[in-house]
Structures are given as structure tokens and as C-alpha cells.
């Protein structure tokens, strides 16, 4: 199967070069010439327009960083749904909105083609090992032919349902995972008051009911006092804004994501768009003249986990 792969950013860059480790056949496009010209000396190829790697290739993948960019790169004159054809399969690996991957899925079934939708969840220091999870939204028959596809890029592969199934589940997990960031923020600020040691209170956290997948990973930058978790703070905005939007849709009273989403974008407008998420906890260090520090935590995140080949759940 033939590969193109649009967007090689901080996510999409790491789910590509699993494939190009892999040696599969890929194309790739992105606006930053420097990365592009990196993968091609690994291996790829890459081509002028989206259209143009539509009609070379049989898989079309974007991951990109709003649902606008996507529209862009799908319906230009020179976009990807220009260059489709029967039976090639477009597969929206961003973080998007559901109805917005449903109306683009029209146009692409329009031309004969199949759309899949799907985003990607463990953080990038999995997507980089191949070890992230991937939910996957569409046709049955279609999510199974490109499985081998799938089990190269990451490890727990899900099918979730319909097209668009798999972007609403994306940006609850987004939420939840904001939501505890912002706790840990309060947290580890309550523990540093108190004259706790943040090592110890990391490891208390960890071992404790209060645990998860996100202080395991982002505590460590922030007590490292780097913050980058590869993830940033428009990002976090923009996905917990799809997700208010979809609770707004079905009427649902919704407490807590007004106030985590005014938490973000106050934390967009003070430390900056591109500022890694986990930089919303220096809110409460700037307020509280402090510094969330400890020795021994590192600057980056890295999967340790042996990488392998992925499975259907």
C-alpha cells in the first residue's frame, strides 16, 4: 500500500517516521521545507500539491493542527479531494471536530473514495516509539484494510463506530486529561505550601487513588521546570473548545469546562499560543511565588517500553 502522509508536526512527524522506520512506501508534505527534506533523506518521497499525492497514493493521511487547516488542505483547488478517486481511503489522524470530519467525509465519498477519522492518544513520547493509541471512526471494512497501516503507527488500536466516532472520543480524553492537569497544578502547589518535597509527593501521587496516566508523564516536566510535554497551549484550547461546542449541541449543563477552558485561555493569553500546556501550573507558581522544582525529573519525555507491533481491541 502506497502512503501519503500530510503534516509533520509534533505528532504527525513522529506517526510518519514509524512508518518510514518501518521502510513502508511513504510520501509526505508539510509547509516546513527543513522537515520535509529530512524525511526525503530517510527515504520518503515527497510531491508538490495534496492533489498530487492524492493520485499517487492509496492512503491518504493528514494530521494537522485545527480543523480550518484541514478544510485548506482537503478542498483547495489543489487539495486532496481534488486528486481522489474510487476506493482511495483518506484517514484524518488530527484532533477535529465530528461534524466537521462528517462533512468532509461526504466529499470525499463523492468521489468514489472512503473516509476514516483517526486522532491518536498517549502522548507524543509514544507516538514517537510507535506505542500510542489510535480509535479509529468509519466503515468496518475499510478500518480492517488499513489495520497493518495502523499497528506500525501505534499499539492499542480501537475501532470506536461511525465517522466521527472516533474525533468525539478524542476530544473527551483531551478534556479529561486538561482537567487533571490543571488539579495536578493545585495540587503540587498545595504540597510546596505546605513544606512538602515534590519528589516525595510525586511518588506519594503516583502510588496513590490520585494517580494517572497524566501525572505520570507531565508532573515530571513540570517538577523538571522545562514544561515541555510536545503539546501546546492553543492546542489545549482549541480541543477543549470542540468539546464544550459538542455539549452545547445536546444541552448538556456543564460545570466544570467553562471554568477549565477560562483557565486556558487565560494561560494562552499570559504565556503565549506555542507555550507547552503544562505551562497552565506557572499560573499558580506566579501567584504564589514559587517554583514547582525537584531534583532527579527530566526535561523530556521518553517511552521506555520496548516498541511493538500494535492490536485491535
Not at 23 to 43: A, E, P, Q, Y
Not at 174 to 193: D, P, Q, R, W
Not at 278 to 299: Q, Y
Request: one cysteine or more.
Amino acid at each position: 500500500m502506497k502512503i501519503g502522509f500530510i503534516g509533520l508536526g509534533n505528532v504527525g512527524g513522529k506517526l510518519a517516521n514509524s512508518l518510514l522506520r518501518k521502510k513502508l512506501d511513504l510520501t509526505v508534505i508539510d509547509l516546513n521545507s527543513t522537515i520535509t527534506k529530512n524525511f526525503v533523506s530517510k527515504g520518503a518521497s515527497t510531491i508538490d500539491t495534496p492533489k498530487e499525492l492524492a493520485k499517487k497514493v492509496d492512503l491518504i493521511i493528514t494530521c494537522l493542527p485545527s480543523p480550518s487547516v484541514c478544510s485548506e488542505v482537503m478542498e483547495s483547488k489543489h487539495g486532496v479531494i481534488n486528486g481522489l478517486s474510487k476506493d482511495k481511503i483518506w484517514l484524518e489522524m488530527s484532533t477535529t471536530d465530528e461534524s466537521e470530519v462528517r462533512r468532509l467525509g461526504e466529499l470525499v465519498k463523492n468521489k468514489g473514495a472512503i473516509p476514516l477519522d483517526g486522532p491518536v492518544s498517549g502522548g507524543c513520547h509514544r507516538a514517537a516509539t510507535g506505542n500510542i493509541s489510535i480509535f479509529v471512526g468509519g466503515e468496518y471494512e475499510f478500518f480492517k484494510k488499513i489495520l497493518p497501516v495502523l499497528t506500525v503507527m501505534g499499539k492499542k488500536i480501537l475501532h470506536t463506530g461511525k465517522l466521527g466516532s472516533a474525533s468525539v472520543l478524542k476530544v473527551i480524553t483531551n478534556y479529561l486529561a486538561s482537567v487533571n492537569l490543571v488539579s495536578i497544578g493545585e495540587a503540587l502547589t498545595v504540597a510546596k505550601k505546605s513544606g512538602m518535597d515534590l519528589k516525595t509527593t510525586y511518588e506519594a501521587i503516583k502510588i496513590s487513588s490520585g494517580n494517572s496516566f497524566v501525572h505520570e508523564t507531565e508532573s515530571q516536566v513540570i517538577l523538571n521546570g522545562s514544561y515541555n510535554i510536545s503539546f501546546t497551549m492553543d492546542l489545549v484550547v482549541k480541543d477543549i473548545g470542540i468539546f464544550n461546542a459538542l455539549s452545547k449541541k445536546h444541552h448538556i449543563p456543564l460545570e466544570v469546562c467553562p471554568i477549565i477552558f477560562n483557565i486556558f485561555k487565560e494561560g494562552q493569553k499570559k504565556y503565549g499560543s506555542r507555550a507547552w500546556s503544562s505551562m497552565i501550573v506557572k499560573r499558580l507558581e506566579d501567584a504564589c511565588n514559587i517554583n514547582l522544582r525537584a531534583e532527579g525529573f527530566p526535561s523530556e519525555l521518553t517511552d521506555n517500553d520496548p516498541e511493538e507491533k500494535g492490536y485491535l481491541i
